[in-house]
């Protein structure tokens, strides 16, 4: 069987990638609609290396007979057009953060937790978690299934397409502009200067001190991992167009080597262990994996602080794995499983 598929933020960082993925993934799609907001519609979008869409308008496309949407909008927009689309008959796939804490809308990993996706029929609706989230768990899961995590502590290097295109282009003008006159630089998206500089804060500052991406991190892995992690998260914007990079300490309830966590990364779905003591291939950063689908595992050692502990390096692709190919994973295993 083939599929009508919807993609909304056609004309974004994500949506143009969740097209490329489609294509390349040969998703079996009777057809594919380019959806955005009315500025972008008329507008064209590639999907594939030989075809072009015309972009539509979200806010007056019909969903009737649309069989799965990918979705990448905002909040405000998502909370518009999802019960339309479901409404419609549409299983709904939302990147945005919208839903994702809903107790009836499953949110999916596949490598983590792909049996989740059978909670579809609640909703309609399966939430694509947070990029920093998802290539946290992907490396988290099989260390949790050989001993038990307690306690994890994480700082991330997000690179700024997490924010759009308009944050990669603000780090653009940046260099550009202290490149050319050392002066005074352009900055409209991030509370300080990107260029040459990180930010210890990704998204609004909640209560307790922490960041809403921070307090994301620990949720979103509690719900994914189906068990009780204690996360300690510092998100860190850094100036980098495209990758994610996560300092990662686990302490386990058992005894653990860093031997036995490669040999079962190595086994594991979505994992590349790229860890020997060489400053040129020996460990991976987010210039070389830009494009790519897996999360990539480094710099694996012993913690000696603690009982049972282990350090690690991970580095994805945020807007693929992060996002567009965890999508779009989810989507293939609905259609081969339960759209029938």
Known sequence: MSYKVAVVGATGNVGREMLKVLAEREFPASEVVALASA??????????E???????DLATYDFAGTHIVLA??????????????????AVVIDNS???????????????????????????????????????????????????????????????????GKEGMDELFNQTRALFGTLQNVPREVFAKQISFNVIPQIDI?????????????RVETDKIMGAKINVQATCVR????????????????????????????????????????????????????????PVYISRVRKDDTVE??????????NLRKGAATNA????????????K
């Open 39 to 48: 500025r972008s519609a008329g507008g064209e979008v590639s999907f594939g």
């Open 50 to 56: 030989d075809k072009v869409l015309k972009v539509q």
């Open 72 to 89: 990448s909008a905002g909040g405000k927009v998502t909370a518009e057009f999802v019960p339309r689309a479901v409404a419609a008959g």
């Open 97 to 163: 953060s919208h839903y994702r804490m809903d107790a009836e809308v499953p949110l999916v990993v596949p490598e983590v937790n792909a049996q989740a996706i059978a909670g579809y029929t609640k909703k309609g609706i399966i939430a694509n978690p947070n990029c920093s989230t998802i290539q946290l768990v992907v490396a988290l899961k099989p260390l949790h299934d050989l001993a038990t995590i307690k306690r994890v502590v994480v700082a991330t290097y997000q690179s700024v397409s997490g924010a």
């Open 205 to 217: 500052f909640m209560d307790d001190g922490a960041t809403k991406e921070e307090w994301k991190m």
């Open 238 to 293: 850094v100036p980098v167009f495209v990758g994610h990079s996560e300092a990662v300490n686990v302490e386990f309830a058992e005894p653990i080597t860093p031997a036995k966590a490669r040999s079962v990364w190595q086994k594991s779905p979505g994992v590349v262990v790229i860890d020997k003591p060489d400053p040129e291939d020996g460990f991976v950063t987010p210039v070389e994996i830009a494009g790519e689908d």
């Open 308 to 317: 049972n502990g282990l350090s690690f390096w991970c580095v994805a692709d």
């Open 328 to 339: 779009v994973q989810v989507a293939e295993i609905l259609a081969r499983d339960y759209l």
